[in-house]
């Protein structure tokens, strides 16, 4: 779970990591009464779950209430890179004198965290890696060991010395964010140095591990500040994996390889899939019917491809699961059924005795796939 | 022939007393696994279908002689299973559990480290040796014996594209479900190192899917490292960067971890890769002549 810049940042006073003062608003005249608050000026920034928001005009600074009230209504109208904008976050200005970068995620190759600093801030630092991979400093800290005085030397060794000590304390604390909250990226960039020598961190953005939410119930309550769409809601509450995707067949699989093969396939029969969504283990009729009420309720499907491959779970189960969902859901497009795997030919011989108008049995992946995109693309199925 | 289990196999299965861990063991024993034991703390002494449990996976090995642990408990103590089996000196830890704090794991990561003991999971369906034995949940009815290896990423691929194999008469000689979660126990180059020392194997398969670097690093340890033909599938080609595809660890994070960009390199390595999965047994066929 990607945090907002001022969640992340609240996690960070937590841990005593030093922020600038901010308020959040939510509309123009929050956003005038915020800068007024923090004396006049402030800096307004969009909080979206997305990162590249000084580039793509997310941060303006103001120098009136005025100017904070203009910018903020203009960012609270619009989507900002196909994220809906509900908040911002308007900060006191700081005299900055360098900005510097760092980060500590964990490292899936490795099976441990990867700290990194360089005393270039504001660059793209995927960037920086490739083109000048001396001038960031990288170091790998075992979970268990964790983070030594000698890794801190190293990391900080690159910045000016007057900013050493406080970046010092700040690495200390973002790695204690990994181990006490589930962080698997702790980023600030920028991190700067003030000219009073303060070192303080300008920018949060923070990722909560969604597999360990179940011990954070005051990061769990962060999600209510995300809008949310309705249909992702639902399939969320029913337990199902779903990802809205831009095509328009809708697509239901079993396993979550299958269902990222399924939406290869499609692709390959010159249609495009709708969405990801797999339906778990069991394919009862229950999860069937609101894995269809999920995929039709978005506009754009015109056929559903259902997957199933039938391993535990068996066929003749699961073509009595689409027919009862089918009870349940009134579907006004065509699915086309694939059944494959333990007791498969059962399944297709009860799809078949019912001959449901909407149901086009197929045999294979690769048949079922053909069948989709000939419906969507309009030619005979 | 086989890797990781077979005729030498004695499970112990914790999380055993659990629904699913009763239903999948007593279908592995019905297979003909040697499941000896069972370990839930608070019920030792007690038996589900005959096979004793006990309170600790200590108990197991010194009482049954358990070399091979089978993992069913929920996430929030699941990494403290795994410790607890390696701790008892248990060879092989297969964990099925999904959802486990990755921060959990990369303890358990560097834990393992100091141990003999080998991790498949979490979040993985087991590993099955078709005729000799079956840890976890793969169903063994679309198995056949037979000289192919396989490695897999994702459960339901391994059901799919060893149900075509079989159908074409081609055996496996072992399936490795390794799992989706982004830190895990041994992968692909582990797999393949196995399968390239088997003499039971002639060939291996790998499925791989978005995320991480896996499959990069499995191509260049195919292209220094193995001898034996490998036939490859990636899943995920038409994800979206930024979305989880279901497992945890199936995410194209910024330009890294495309679908495209480990199908280049594995065919980079001299892998034949598919394009769909039942292109995977046509390859197979193909290069086994």
Do not use: W
């Not at chain 1, 079993?254 to 283990?281: I, K, Y």
Request: aromatic share 4%; charged share 20%; hydrophobic share 45%.
């Amino acid at each position: 779970m990607d945090l907002y810049e001022h969640q992340g940042k609240e996690l960070f006073r937590a841990q005593q990591i030093a922020t600038p003062r901010g308020i959040v608003a939510t509309s123009g005249d929050e956003a005038a009464a915020a800068t007024r608050e923090l004396g006049g000026k402030s800096v307004v920034k969009v909080q979206v779950q997305v990162g590249g928001r000084g580039k793509g005009g997310g941060v303006v600074l103001v120098d009136s209430p005025e100017r904070a009230a203009e910018e903020a209504a203009r960012m609270l109208g619009v989507d900002f890179k196909g994220h809906q904008v509900t908040q911002v976050l308007c900060e006191e200005l700081l005299p900055i004198a360098q900005e510097f970068y760092t980060s500590i995620l964990l490292d899936r190759s490795t099976g441990d965290y990867l700290a990194m600093m360089t005393a270039e801030g504001g660059m793209d630092i995927e960037e920086l890696a490739r083109t000048r991979p001396e001038a960031l400093r990288r170091v790998h800290v075992d979970a268990m060991l964790g983070l030594r005085a000698f890794h801190v030397r190293e990391l900080t060794g690159c910045l000016p010395l007057e900013a050493r000590e406080g970046a010092a304390d700040i690495v200390r604390r973002m790695f204690a964010l990994t181990q006490e909250q589930d962080a698997t990226l702790v980023e600030i960039n920028p991190l700067v140095l003030l000219s009073d020598g303060r070192v303080v961190a300008l920018d949060a953005k923070v990722t909560i591990d969604d597999n360990a939410l179940f011990r954070h119930e005051d990061i769990e309550a962060m999600k209510a500040a995300f809008p949310i769409d309705p249909v992702q809601a639902r399939a969320n509450e029913q337990g199902l994996q779903y990802v809205k995707l831009d095509g328009n067949v809708g697509i239901i699989g079993n396993g979550a390889g299958l269902v990222m093969s399924t939406l290869d396939v499609v692709a390959q029969a010159g249609a495009r899939a709708a969405n990801f969504l797999d339906v778990g283990g069991g394919a009862s009729a229950d999860q069937m019917a609101t894995s269809l009420e999920v995929v039709l309720s978005d506009p754009a499907v015109k056929a559903v491809f259902i997957n199933i491959f039938g391993g535990i779970t068996r066929c003749d189960l699961v073509a009595e699961g689409v027919l009862a969902a089918l009870d349940r859901v009134d579907a006004q497009v065509p699915l086309v059924v694939r059944l494959d795997g333990t007791n498969a030919e059962a399944g297709r011989r009860i799809l078949a005795e019912a001959a449901h108008p909407k149901v086009v049995p197929a045999a294979t992946m690769g048949e079922a796939a053909e069948r989709a995109a000939a419906i969507v693309n309009g030619e005979a199925a | 022939m086989s890797i990781l289990v077979g005729a030498d196999t004695r499970l112990v299965v914790q999380g055993l007393t659990g629904k699913e861990g009763t239903f999948h063991t007593l279908r592995n024993r019905a297979y003909g696994t040697a499941v000896v034991a069972g370990v839930t703390p608070g019920k030792g002494g007690q038996d589900v279908e005959g096979i004793p449990v006990h309170d600790t996976v200590a108990d197991a090995v010194r009482e049954r002689g358990a070399n091979t642990s089978m993992i069913f408990v929920p996430p929030r103590f699941a990494a403290e299973a795994i410790l607890e089996a390696a701790d008892a000196g248990i060879g092989l830890v297969i964990c099925i559990t999904e959802g486990i704090p990755v921060k959990d794991m990369a303890h358990v990561h560097s834990y393992l480290r100091g141990c003999d003991t080998l991790l498949v999971g979490p979040n993985c369906p087991g590993v099955i040796s078709p005729g000799v034995a079956n840890v976890g949940i793969i169903p063994p009815e679309v198995c056949r014996p037979g000289r192919v290896g396989f490695v897999s990423r994702s459960g339901t691929l391994v059901y799919q594209i060893v149900h075509e194999l079989t159908q074409r008469g081609i055996g496996q000689s072992t399936c490795v479900g390794m799992g989706g979660d982004p830190v895990h126990g041994i992968g692909f180059i582990e797999s393949l190192a196995l399968f390239e020392a088997d003499p039971g194997t002639d060939l291996m398969i790998m499925t791989g899917e978005i995320g991480g670097d896996d499959e990069e690093r499995a191509a260049d340890y195919v292209a220094q490292d193995v001898n034996k033909p490998v036939v490859a599938y990636i899943a995920g080609f038409e994800a979206p960067p930024g979305k989880r595809m279901g497992h945890a660890g199936a995410i194209v994070t910024g330009s890294q971890g495309t679908a495209a960009a480990k199908a280049e390199a594995l065919e980079a390595a001299g892998v034949r890769v598919a394009r769909t999965p039942s292109q995977v047994a046509e390859l197979v066929q193909d290069a086994l002549g």
